[in-house]
């Protein structure tokens, strides 16, 4: 089983600052991951995949990158429907969720 | 408007067996394939399985092997459904279950990055 590690656990950040999350692979998995995001009592919502490309209707202030096994995502700035737990997911074989991300406010 | 609604909130004594719907509608059902996942309150997200909706081929995630069964039901003249019947129920299966459909681009599509999600159902294993 491929095992993704996300750092940190929690982020907080203020409203127009840049968020960087981090989701490291135990094994190569080319560019086979997505991010999402997901809000209290909701279904998590599809942001990224393969690595660096936005999903329909996703705002441009979503980048993810890859580099190896290390892949980041940043939010330019932070908007206030943006604090949420991010999720990583690789699909290069069975599908493993990272442990997640928490962006809360500052 | 694509729509993954899923059945209710459910309540089941250890050993027993579940089932979860998860009907579609506003797309081609047989053009995508639908997974499952659930989520224990406060927990991550964990792959179960997949069902392709053209010819109901599965995938299960190794943990859920034997366990879980996932089916569907094409009717021609009403909303397609998916079901997720998970037996042998354990106090550590308490969760909310999703439905949700893979992801296509204009170019392609993916199989495991999901993209329209149901409204979850929880399960509550608990003698």
């Known amino acids: 089983e491929i095992v993704l590690t996300q750092s940190p656990a929690t982020l907080s950040a203020s409203p127009g600052e840049r968020a960087t999350l981090s989701c490291r692979a135990s094994q190569t998995i080319s560019n086979n991951l997505a991010w999402y995001q997901q809000k209290p009592g909701q279904a998590p919502r599809l942001l990224i995949y393969g690595a660096s490309t936005r999903a329909t209707g996703i705002p441009d202030r979503f980048g993810g990158s890859a580099s190896g096994t290390e892949f980041t995502l940043t939010i330019s700035s932070l908007q206030s429907e943006d604090f949420a737990f991010y999720y990583c997911q690789q699909y290069s074989d069975w599908p493993t969720f990272g442990p997640g991300t928490k962006v809360d406010i500052k | 408007q694509v729509l993954l609604v899923q059945s209710g909130a459910e309540v089941k004594k250890p050993g027993a067996s579940v089932k979860v719907s998860c009907k579609t509608s506003g797309y081609t059902f047989y053009k995508y394939g639908i997974t499952w996942v659930r989520q224990v309150p406060g927990q991550g997200l964990e792959w179960m399985g997949w069902i392709r909706g053209s010819n109901s081929h599965t995938r299960y995630a190794q943990k859920f092997q034997g366990r879980v069964t996932l089916t569907t039901n094409t009717s021609a003249t009403s909303a397609s459904t998916v079901y997720m019947e998970l037996r042998n129920l354990r106090s550590d299966d308490t969760a909310v279950y999703y439905c949700?459909?893979?992801?296509?681009?204009?170019?392609?599509?993916?199989?495991?990055?999901?993209?329209?999600w149901g409204q979850g159902t929880m399960l509550t294993v608990s003698s």
């Open positions: 949700a459909r893979e992801y296509c681009s204009s170019v392609s599509c993916y199989a495991d990055v999901l993209d329209i």
